[in-house]
């Protein structure tokens, strides 16, 4: 069996269990954020979760990258997997992939290209948005001079800036916070650009065929 080919085993095994791994990562942290008791013991068990989903993930992409065989190459052209390694917050976005996945074993039909753009843009903004939240939330929540000092005001700022508003009633003031707005503000533009083009390139295509179907007496030259 070639390497591709164990690589792709692995992963088709793994793709469910690490995509509910991420939500059990993202619920853990909203618990840990969003507690009203810091000293509560229940924290130690949201830690230990943390660490244990991220323990998953650095295992992972260690196998995968042993099974590569790829060596050194194989950081330069997974640089995503990375980056979703270093930044955990990223992870619940897996879940974009685990749905298609899920799709595919029950044998269901997919959606056409343009639908599963729209859809799965709509999955990446909710999970990306509240994710953002938690951790603009938790870095300024409590910082001198910081505007966001609710869950609710991190949330309205998020989808803000998101949908690329910016309506400058709150805005991060912590360099953490500054940081976190601008993946937002790029993740933001390029999830508007995915759905205006795939929507547009829908209609694009819609025309066509109605211009096709359309009877040569009703051309608009007849």
Same mark, same amino acid.
């Given at each position: 069996?070639?390497?591709?080919?164990?690589?792709?085993?692995?992963?088709?095994?793994?793709?469910?269990?690490?995509?509910?791994?991420?939500?059990?990562? *993202?619920? =853990?942290?909203?618990?840990?954020?969003?507690? %009203?008791?810091?000293?509560?013991? $229940?924290?130690?068990?949201? @830690? &230990? +979760?943390?660490?244990?989903?991220?323990?998953?993930?650095?295992?992972?992409?260690?196998?995968?990258?042993?099974?590569?065989?790829?060596?050194?190459?194989?950081?330069?052209?997974?640089?995503?997997?990375?980056?979703?390694?270093?930044?955990?917050?990223?992870?619940?976005?897996?879940?974009?992939?685990?749905?298609?996945?899920?799709?595919?074993?029950?044998?269901?039909?997919?959606?056409? *290209?343009? =639908?599963?753009?729209?859809?799965?843009?709509? %999955?990446?903004?909710?999970?990306? $948005?509240?994710?953002?939240? @938690? &951790? +603009?939330?938790?870095?300024?929540?409590?910082?001198?001079?910081?505007?966001?000092?609710?869950?609710?005001?991190?949330?309205?700022?998020?989808?803000?800036?998101?949908?690329?508003?910016?309506?400058?009633?709150?805005?991060?003031?912590?360099?953490?916070?500054?940081?976190?707005?601008?993946?937002?503000?790029?993740?933001?533009?390029?999830?508007?650009?995915?759905?205006?083009?795939?929507?547009?390139?829908?209609?694009?295509?819609?025309?066509?065929?109605?211009?096709?179907?359309?009877?040569?007496?009703?051309?608009?030259? &007849?």
């Amino acid at each position: 069996m070639d390497d591709d080919s164990r690589t792709e085993r692995w992963e088709r095994h793994t793709e469910i269990p690490l995509g509910v791994a991420s939500l059990l990562f *993202l619920a =853990a942290y909203a618990v840990r954020v969003l507690a %009203l008791d810091p000293s509560d013991a $229940g924290q130690d068990l949201c @830690l &230990a +979760v943390l660490l244990g989903t991220w323990a998953l993930f650095v295992l992972d992409y260690a196998v995968r990258w042993r099974l590569s065989g790829e060596g050194p190459r194989f950081v330069l052209t997974h640089w995503l997997d990375i980056l979703v390694m270093v930044l955990p917050l990223l992870r619940p976005l897996r879940m974009v992939k685990v749905h298609d996945v899920v799709l595919r074993r029950r044998g269901r039909p997919r959606l056409a *290209l343009h =639908a599963r753009v729209i859809v799965y843009t709509g %999955l990446s903004v909710t999970l990306l $948005g509240f994710a953002g939240a @938690l &951790a +603009v939330y938790q870095q300024e929540h409590s910082a001198p001079g910081a505007t966001i000092r609710t869950f609710g005001d991190a949330v309205w700022w998020t989808c803000e800036t998101l949908a690329t508003v910016g309506y400058g009633d709150f805005s991060p003031v912590t360099p953490v916070g500054r940081l976190i707005a601008v993946g937002l503000m790029a993740c933001g533009l390029a999830l508007l650009g995915a759905v205006t083009g795939s929507f547009a390139s829908w209609l694009v295509q819609v025309f066509s065929r109605e211009g096709d179907e359309r009877p040569p007496g009703n051309s608009p030259g &007849a």
